[in-house]
């Protein structure tokens, strides 16, 4: 992938823009050099259909650093975090990483939600020599090995071998697919075709829609109780997930559901009541979970947002915190951050469990929980 080249009077636009919101963010007040404090950037949706992901994610870097400051910076040093919305959009993203590359007072970035935002800048981080800890999912990421990008997120490949393990163990063997049509949900629907074929399954039947734009699912539905499948798997998040359950219980299609964490979300309830009853997921986080270190971390989050956190909130708590560790260690520069990162000399114990980063800079995790919607709520999955 070519860098992308921000040229004319939209690049001045853009630097304009960028300035102004550094001085509103405290980068020009009273230290021009910023040599007092830390200045880490953040991208991710904050409009849009993933804007509750993204807002999520915020919040749980500004808990981070607000603990890191509180508890005397980085090395004296306060973080100061430089956000952005990339509203979900490739080519936002690929213009903030032009923005974020530019500024040479961040030393990291923590991005993007979406894979395919992700996927638009790491051309550009990578040119750059800027380090990225992201959460976008999808194997591409793992094909193209970027080495100032770090996955602290669970792959698509994974999650999607997991699920489908999952639902052969369950004797569901011929499911049919729905699919976000993008990185993200061509991964999934990928991995779980190869895993149930190679199982001995089949797939009743795979249909797309578009992300923030499909709304009617009628159709796809019908196509897919017509087909004959005895579940459906869905590779996409909650906002069209409950789209999906609630034209499902109107057609009467009572077949068992699975999906990976882009389903698993509190709001997947909200909006889709009693028709996500069952529904099943992957999921790396579950706020029950008595662990001292992830309640810690869910008093503080709710005390400070007042609401629980889900699983981009904790994996944005824990990016923050590894990269910090990285900065303490390796000092500001960003190829010596991208060198600590790619051989952290021991795992980090973090709110979604120890964290490793492997040859391809994906994040190295043992297993993930099996949850349910059982009486309205998330829960372990016991069969």
Known sequence: MKKRMITGIGALSLILSFSLLLSGCGAGSGDPSGADKVYVGWVAPLTGSGANYGQQMLNGAKLAAQEINDAGGIKGKKIEIVSQDDKSDPKEAANIAQMFTGDKKLVGVLGNYNSSCALAGAPIYDMEKLPVIHVGTSPVFTEQKHDYMFRISVTDAF??????RWMIDEGLKNPAIIWENDDYGRGLKETVSKEIVKDGGKIAGEWSYMLSQTKDYTALLTNAKQSGADSIFIGGLYTEGALIAKQMQQLGLKIPVYGTDGLYEKSLIELGGDAVEGWKTSGLFLPTDPSPALQSFIKAYSAAYGSTPGTYAALHYDGMKILAKAIENAGSNREKIQAYLTKMPEPFAG?????????????????????VIKDGQWQLYQK
Do not use: A, P
């Open 159 to 164: 999650q999607g071998s997991f699920v489908s």
């Open 351 to 371: 709110v979604t469990g120890s964290v490793t980063f492997d040859e391809h800079h994906d994040s190295v995790r043992s297993t993930l929980n099996k949850l």
